[in-house]
């Protein structure tokens, strides 16, 4: 299968807008604060600036020239340095393909140098998953929430 990431432009945003409602709809299984609007949505207020600020990127991810996902990382460069995996969604029919792992490390090879992700430990795939496509060494950083961060290095 080839997996390719395509940069989503302005008028593909109402696209990932429909995907991001998938995400955070699988999301809200695990996540008591992921409630539905009144117009039955959920709100993610980050989408607009993934179009109009210059250190966040929004890519489609493609399965054999089919839309599979998406996937959306921010520079932290004023903070610390790194791009940081903001939001990575694989289409349930995608997963366990290995379409995830092939966009993750393209992903990464987008912005060599430091990365730092994190996942949250009731989302037993992304443990997994994360752990795995993350380049050793790696650090995990442990947060307060129940929640992981992992920080690695790209060459």
Known sequence: MTVELTPVAEPDKPVLANLVQL???DFSEIRDDLKLSPHGTFIYRYLDTYFTEPDREAYFIM?????AGFAMVRSDVDDDGSWNVAEFFVARQYRRRGV???AARSLFALHPGEWTLTFDHANKP???FWRSVATEPYIEIGLPD???RLRFLVE
């Open 23 to 25: 995400y955070l709809y």
């Open 63 to 67: 399965a054999d020239a089919e839309l």
């Open 100 to 102: 995830a792992t092939e």
């Open 126 to 128: 992304a443990v997994v």
């Open 146 to 148: 129940d929640r992981t």
